[in-house]
């Protein structure tokens, strides 16, 4: 056990509940752990390891001024901060502490930015005139565009994707979101016969396997090969700096809206716990509708 978690034990139990209690990933548990571990190392070389009841909002206010200092990003502040948050509000549940050091803290704002997505042309061109190789890899690199394009998941969603997860007779894929959370989401039956013929011509060495997708040595997909072809392809019909798989999650998105679809539908789609994850999508459909008037508008 570390000099901090020893100093603090708190910390391990509420990394405990984020994990067994609330579900997080790995991924997330290990952000949370690498912020609040940075924070009470913090506290024991400034200001001689105070208890929880000790710790006051200037403590944190000093902290959070040092990252700064550092040239920290305000969006890894705010993450931060974030964290600090979250554990102090479950210590108050607990009863460690009767009011929050957090309650006064304000962070840095952030210029939010829209979502780059790509143009439905251009996704067109990509899927029915881009040439893929006649092999394995061909197929699967096509397919997983497909998926991505036509379903927004994540890139960690569709890399867990089982063939079990395919309801061909409901038309529709079973996904595996954040913090377990299961969805379902309606494909098209062009979609449907296109992972059918898929599943039939996996190669004998790799019958058995439980991942839809998988290479040609009958291996799950890793994230990193993903995004090296994802980004391949998609420099083959955009500019934009972005090339991500996420950027196919915010062209399914934004093509949803851009197309009169439901906001809290698109939010169901996505997998998002609140709306308001969802809504910057309507600020790429309003920019659509600003650019079609001053286009057509003759007073414009």
């Given at each position: 056990?570390?000099?901090?978690?020893?100093?603090?034990?708190?910390?391990?139990?509420?990394?405990?509940?984020?994990?067994?209690?609330?579900?997080?990933?790995?991924?997330?548990?290990?952000?949370?752990?690498?912020?609040?571990?940075?924070?009470?190392?913090?506290?024991?070389?400034?200001?001689?390891?105070?208890?929880?009841?000790?710790?006051?909002?200037?403590?944190?206010?000093?902290?959070?001024?040092?990252?700064?200092?550092?040239?920290?990003?305000?969006?890894?502040?705010?993450?931060?901060?974030?964290?600090?948050?979250?554990?102090?509000?479950?210590?108050?549940?607990?009863?460690?502490?009767?009011?929050s050091p957090m309650i006064s803290?304000?962070?840095?704002?952030?210029?939010?930015?829209?979502?780059?997505?790509?143009?439905?042309?251009?996704?067109?061109?990509?899927?029915?005139?881009?040439?893929?190789?006649?092999?394995?890899?061909?197929?699967?690199?096509?397919?997983?565009?497909?998926?991505?394009?036509?379903?927004?998941?994540?890139?960690?969603?569709?890399?867990?994707?089982?063939?079990?997860?395919?309801?061909?007779?409901?038309?529709?894929?079973?996904?595996?979101?954040?913090?377990?959370?299961?969805?379902?989401?309606?494909v098209s039956n062009d979609i449907?016969?296109?992972?059918?013929?898929?599943?039939?011509?996996?190669?004998?060495?790799?019958?058995?396997?439980?991942?839809?997708?998988?290479?040609?040595?009958?291996?799950?997909?890793?994230?990193?090969?993903?995004?090296?072809?994802?980004?391949?392809?998609?420099?083959?019909?955009?500019?934009?700096?972005?090339?991500?798989?996420?950027?196919?999650?915010?062209?399914?998105?934004?093509?949803?809206?851009?197309?009169?679809?439901?906001?809290?539908?698109?939010?169901?789609?996505?997998?998002?716990?609140?709306?308001?994850?969802?809504?910057?999508?309507?600020?790429?459909?309003?920019?659509?509708?600003?650019?079609?008037?001053?286009?057509?508008?003759?007073?414009?």
């Amino acid at each position: 056990m570390s000099e901090t978690h020893q100093k603090y034990p708190q910390l391990q139990l509420f990394l405990n509940y984020l994990q067994f209690e609330k579900r997080y990933s790995m991924n997330t548990v290990e952000a949370y752990r690498n912020d609040l571990e940075q924070f009470f190392a913090y506290l024991s070389d400034d200001y001689d390891s105070p208890t929880l009841l000790e710790i006051k909002s200037t403590f944190i206010r000093s902290w959070l001024a040092s990252l700064k200092e550092k040239e920290i990003s305000a969006k890894s502040i705010n993450r931060k901060a974030s964290s600090l948050k979250s554990f102090f509000k479950y210590q108050l549940k607990l009863g460690s502490i009767t009011t929050s050091p957090m309650i006064s803290i304000s962070t840095p704002k952030i210029k939010k930015r829209l979502p780059e997505f790509v143009l439905e042309e251009g996704l067109d061109t990509l899927l029915n005139s881009v040439e893929f190789t006649d092999n394995w890899k061909g197929k699967t690199e096509r397919l997983v565009l497909q998926v991505f394009y036509n379903t927004g998941m994540r890139l960690s969603e569709l890399i867990n994707l089982k063939e079990s997860d395919i309801d061909f007779s409901n038309s529709q894929l079973k996904v595996l979101g954040k913090g377990n959370k299961m969805r379902n989401i309606p494909v098209s039956n062009d979609i449907l016969s296109s992972i059918k013929e898929y599943v039939s011509q996996k190669p004998k060495l790799i019958e058995g396997i439980k991942n839809l997708f998988v290479n040609e040595q009958g291996k799950r997909l890793q994230q990193r090969s993903v995004y090296a072809f994802v980004h391949n392809y998609l420099s083959l019909i955009t500019t934009i700096k972005k090339r991500s798989p996420h950027i196919l999650r915010h062209s399914f998105a934004t093509h949803l809206m851009n197309n009169g679809a439901d906001l809290n539908a698109v939010k169901e789609l996505l997998g998002h716990a609140s709306l308001a994850s969802t809504q910057v999508y309507t600020h790429n459909n309003i920019e659509k509708l600003k650019d079609i008037f001053n286009k057509a508008h003759p007073k414009a």
